[in-house]
């Protein structure tokens, strides 16, 4: 069963816009959320993340939104950059589960010049 | 705080052969993970120790797997008689216990069975 799912492979934005990830999860059990960036050939990069009792978390160029009704998280880059194109993870966690880590199936983000 | 480190950062081999990975997390990192990757695929939880004790390990995990963490620091992934569907990219990663959840990777260990 997929308790964390990213719908879209692949978005394709142009420089300066906005990018905008999504994310569903199904367990009511998690009450952390976070966004990783993964470039080829290398581990994932922890980028942003969210406690559940908040519905906003904002560091620079990146805001992540959560909308618990909906167990949907997005993630909004703006404005975007060539560098940030990369496959971004929606992950979910708990203290319940030992901290480990669910990860969504990941977004390719290309951002164009 | 040098990061996490994995070693070898490939290893290619014969099915049925075994193999070996290491890990070494951040220093005063007390929980450390192991997570497999698969083509298309977020990373799946395999293990996680809590200093030397290995508190869980998922049901991916089968008995040709066993991982250690003999003193709390480093800990290895053996896969025993190795199949073709092993290969994948092998990713540790680490944090302290309590406070956020982030967890830091290392640059993972490609597997390639042929």
């Known amino acids: 069963d997929q308790q964390v799912k990213q719908n879209s492979p692949s978005l394709s934005v142009q420089e300066g816009r906005i990018s905008i990830l999504n994310c569903d999860y199904t367990n009511s059990m998690f009450d952390y959320f976070l966004w990783y960036k993964k470039y080829p050939a290398e581990g994932p990069t922890f980028l942003i993340s969210?406690?559940?009792?908040?519905d906003k978390n904002e560091d620079g160029r990146f805001t992540v939104f959560l909308n618990k009704s909906a167990k949907h998280l997005s993630l909004h880059i703006v404005p975007s950059q060539p560098g940030d194109s990369a496959v971004y993870f929606c992950a979910a966690s708990g203290e319940t589960s030992g901290s480990r880590l669910t990860f969504g199936e990941g977004t390719q983000l290309t951002v164009n010049p | 705080d040098t990061g996490v480190s994995q070693n070898p950062r490939h290893k290619i081999t014969k099915r049925g052969q075994n193999v070996t990975f290491r890990c070494d997390p951040i220093?005063?990192?007390?929980?450390l993970y192991w997570y497999r990757q698969t083509l298309g695929q977020g990373p799946e939880f395999l293990t996680y120790f809590q200093n030397e004790a290995q508190l869980e390990k998922s049901r991916l995990l089968s008995d040709r797997f066993s991982a250690e963490r003999p003193k709390g620091s480093f800990s290895t992934l053996e896969i025993q008689r190795t199949e073709q569907g092993d290969s994948a990219m092998y990713l540790c990663?680490?944090?302290?216990?309590?406070?956020?959840?982030?967890?830091?990777f290392g640059p993972g260990t490609r597997l390639t069975v042929t």
């Open positions: 990663a680490s944090k302290r216990t309590g406070g956020s959840y982030e967890q830091y």
């Open positions: 220093s005063e990192h007390n929980r």
């Open positions: 969210i406690s559940s009792i908040k």
